[in-house]
């Protein structure tokens, strides 16, 4: 399958952040032994970013990983600052946002893209991994908000990186899919606070994603693609960058506390992964006429005297 000039990251920028300043928190990408990985998803959303006139604050606890970004950002023509920053610390959550803010004389936009998961199943997770886990995937992101509303120029924008993983328990990692669950609530918060000043804040919900990250994962727990993909394919680090920009560009200026579900509608009708150790599973996706006569009989059912239209479920229905 030929991959569209921007999920392939190839598309020029047609300027949709010129004279903004974005702080990406996560902008590095993990190093990977393979001879041409994909990119990382911090980094895919700099570049981008970029791309598009934003210069960057490339903010990671690796300073080489976030030097690398913002290498890559300044090919595109753009300022770029690197910011040594480990949001697990309290400390870190408010000195990356001051740092970033000084180096680009001001920020109009924010991106959170940290997390990592520790423990496995419920047994398996310990009080401590379980705290961790919260401390980066929703403390940092809580602190690094408080920290940048005042900061923020009026009109800017905010976009949380959550997972698909918060929408179903599929990981069988409980404190990751709690605590990218928790973002939702948080981010709406966030969003109802900024409004006084027109800062908006929305949530991206990846789904699976083909990072050195993913990858990695994959590696570990092969089951976690063993099932049929939409399109047949993950989702690529620049389509996740692509829904990110957006969120911070004026094109999606009365989009607010909204969860942006990028996952080719997996969640939606495609079956849940296997889950290890459980029988066979005999879940399938339901032809269009079939789940539209089952529609139909169930409405008769609950209401006769109100059926659903015949004629309406017709022009629904595929042709023969």
């Keep these: 399958m030929t991959l569209p000039a921007e999920a392939a990251g190839s598309a020029p920028g047609r300027g949709r952040l010129a004279g903004r300043r974005v702080l990406v928190v996560g902008a590095g990408t993990r190093p990977s032994p393979e001879p041409d990985p994909p990119i990382g998803n911090g980094r895919a959303i700099s570049v981008l970013a970029a791309r598009e006139g934003a210069a960057v604050a490339c903010a990671d606890r690796d300073g080489g990983a976030a030097a690398a970004t913002a290498t890559l950002v300044r090919d595109e023509g753009q300022a770029a600052a690197v910011v040594l920053a480990d949001v697990a610390s309290e400390q870190a959550c408010a000195s990356v946002v001051a740092e970033s803010a000084a180096a680009l004389g001001g920020l109009d936009g924010l991106v959170l893209n940290v997390g990592i998961g520790l423990g496995r199943g419920l047994a398996g997770t310990t009080a401590a991994q379980w705290d961790e886990t919260f401390a980066v995937n929703t403390r940092a992101h809580f602190l690094v908000a408080a920290a940048a509303l005042p900061v923020l120029a009026a009109g800017s924008a905010i976009v949380f990186v959550s997972s698909a993983a918060s929408l179903r328990a599929a990981t069988g990692i409980p404190a990751y899919d709690a605590s990218k669950a928790a973002l939702l609530a948080l981010c709406r918060q966030v969003a109802r606070e900024g409004m006084t000043r027109g800062i908006r804040a929305n949530l991206v919900v990846p789904g699976l994603v083909d990072t050195p990250l993913g990858r990695e994962a994959s590696r570990l727990n092969p089951g976690r693609t063993a099932r049929s993909l939409p399109f047949g394919r993950q989702a690529t680090a620049w389509e996740v960058a692509y829904a990110t920009v957006w969120l911070l560009s004026g094109e999606s200026s009365y989009v607010n506390a909204h969860p942006l579900v990028l996952d080719g509608g997996a969640t939606s009708f495609c079956c849940p992964r296997q889950v290890r150790g459980s029988p066979p599973s005999t879940c399938r996706v339901w032809p269009v006429r079939k789940v539209l006569d089952m529609a139909n009989r169930?409405?008769?059912?609950?209401?006769?005297?109100?059926?659903?239209?015949?004629?309406?479920?017709?022009?629904?229905?595929?042709a023969k």
Excluded: K, Q
């Design 298 to 318: 169930t409405a008769l059912a609950m209401s006769p005297t109100v059926p659903i239209r015949r004629a309406g479920l017709r022009a629904m229905m595929p």
